[in-house]
């Protein structure tokens, strides 16, 4: 079973930046898909971006050209360096893992923009 253990969200002015690191233990594949999802309040989880082998990356429009995703070689781990942030991006980020059928999501990590 593949663990997930996100960090680093936190409260920022609009403008700023943060890095979101997502920690995946227990036998990740390289053959997987492992992104990031987010949801606002009163709103469903979307898709922010998600990252297969180490090159196909996948980006929602909204945060395209602000955040960039990537994986480490050893596949532990996932990174979303998010810039020029602004309120919108307000949510509970979650990191997602897939592979075939089985799928895995983490606790969860807020990050907060203020105006």
């Known amino acids: 079973q593949v663990q997930l253990e996100e960090s680093g969200g936190g409260l920022v002015q609009a403008g700023g930046s943060l890095k979101l690191t997502c920690s995946a233990s227990?036998?990740?594949?390289?053959?997987?898909?492992m992104g990031w999802y987010r949801q606002a309040p009163g709103k469903q989880r979307e898709l922010v971006a998600t990252?297969?082998?180490?090159?196909?990356?996948n980006y929602a429009d909204s945060v395209k050209g602000r955040f960039t995703i990537s994986r480490t070689t050893n596949w532990s781990a996932i990174f979303l360096q998010m810039n020029s942030l602004n309120p919108e991006d307000t949510a509970v980020y979650y990191c997602?893992?897939?592979?075939?059928?089985?799928?895995?999501w983490g606790q969860g990590t807020q990050v907060t923009v203020s105006s």
């Open positions: 997602n893992y897939r592979r075939l059928t089985v799928e895995y």
């Open positions: 227990g036998g990740v594949s390289s053959l997987s898909t």
């Open positions: 990252v297969t082998g180490h090159t196909t990356k």
